[in-house]
């Protein structure tokens, strides 16, 4: 064995993880991959503490028995949710779940104890979800962010948009996705007509609203460890130019270098965040100068490395491959 257990907690159809998985396996390094949501009916646990931390097995599916002692690195991918007994009532299950989220996934995140190298850890993930977070810490670590209000007082959103004297756009704080009446929607970053905030219906929650860059172009950033994979997002229609996801067909991408003070800003910020991967989205305004816009802790890479030739799945192989030792 070329070194101990990276375990990835993923889903079946996780393609971007199979490079991850592939990668490893040809160095020799033993991978398991697992569904979380096979716990508890088909994943049986047996934890108990000891002096040097958790001590125990799991029995997976595949009728393999995995000890803690040999899991080097856990890559948290697209870990799926539990599944617990039909039978139950709906406050059984309600309180299984719980147990089973506190039991199961935090005898796996004590780990780290033991020297686990979590790729990325889960409350270092939960926390950088917060864009509040992401955006103070990268001015912190000297990155150019647009100006930023956060807001539901209508007459200070209207003040403050007036006085900026300049477009802006809103942008929303809890991801794109979003359920609506039984269906799931998106939601982009869209126009704000700076009048359109006056409206009394602006209190009934939390706004996010900034500056509007003018783009000469885009780039998405692959943050993994010390490397940074840059690549170049070209648009080519009026949707995809205020925001790309929402036109992929009007696309192009190229390898793209960034200026050397950007590169170690965006390593410094994940530091501060304490990940390990992240996938940032910037652009670059007319003036050459980049603007950093959101980080994504658990952001979508491989069809970037397929268009730009980048080896990010190395990359990330060869944290999961060092584990502790990488540990910063």
């Known amino acids: 064995m070329a070194g101990r257990t990276v375990v990835i907690l993923t889903e079946d159809r996780d393609r971007t993880a199979d490079r991850v998985a592939a990668e490893l396996t040809l160095r020799g390094v033993p991978v398991i991959r697992m569904a979380t ?28 028995v995995l000890d803690f002692a040999d899991i080097g690195a856990i890559y948290r991918r697209r870990p799926t949710q539990f599944q617990v007994d039909a039978r139950m009532s709906s406050s059984e299950k309600a309180f299984a779940y719980g147990e089973a989220r506190r039991g199961f996934g935090g005898v796996l995140n004590a780990l780290a104890v033991n020297g686990c190298l979590w790729v990325n850890d889960p409350a270092a993930a939960a926390a950088a979800e917060y864009k509040p977070l992401q955006l103070a810490t990268a001015k912190a670590v000297g990155l150019d962010v647009p100006d930023t209000l956060i807001a539901n007082h209508p007459a200070e959103a209207h003040a403050w948009a007036e006085s900026l004297g300049e477009s802006i756009v809103f942008k929303p704080l809890s991801g794109v996705w979003h359920a609506d009446e039984g269906t799931l929607g ?37 943050v993994v460890g010390e490397r940074v994979f840059a690549i170049r997002i070209v648009a080519h229609s009026e949707r995809a130019a205020i925001d790309w996801r ?51 802790q658990n952001g ?6 397929d268009e730009a030739g980048f080896p990010i799945a190395s990359a990330v192989a060869d944290l999961l491959q060092a584990g502790a030792a990488w540990i910063r």
């Open 186 to 222: 998106i939601i982009y970053t869209s126009p704000v007509n700076p009048d359109d905030l006056a409206d009394p219906a602006l209190s009934r929650t939390a706004h996010m609203l900034q500056a509007y860059v003018a783009k000469r172009d885009e780039a998405r950033a692959v």
């Open 246 to 296: 929402s036109d992929y067909d009007a696309l192009e991408y190229e390898p793209l270098d960034l200026p050397d003070a950007v590169t170690k800003g965006l390593v410094e910020l994940h530091r501060r965040l304490g990940l390990a991967v992240g996938v940032v989205d910037m652009c670059r305004d007319h003036d050459g100068r980049w603007w950093f816009l959101e980080t994504n």
């Open 37 to 64: 949501s096979d716990f508890p009916r088909n994943i049986s646990m047996a934890a108990k503490l000891a002096e040097s931390g958790w001590e125990g097995t799991l029995s997976l599916p595949s009728g393999d």
């Open 300 to 305: 979508e890479w491989g069809w970037l490395s």
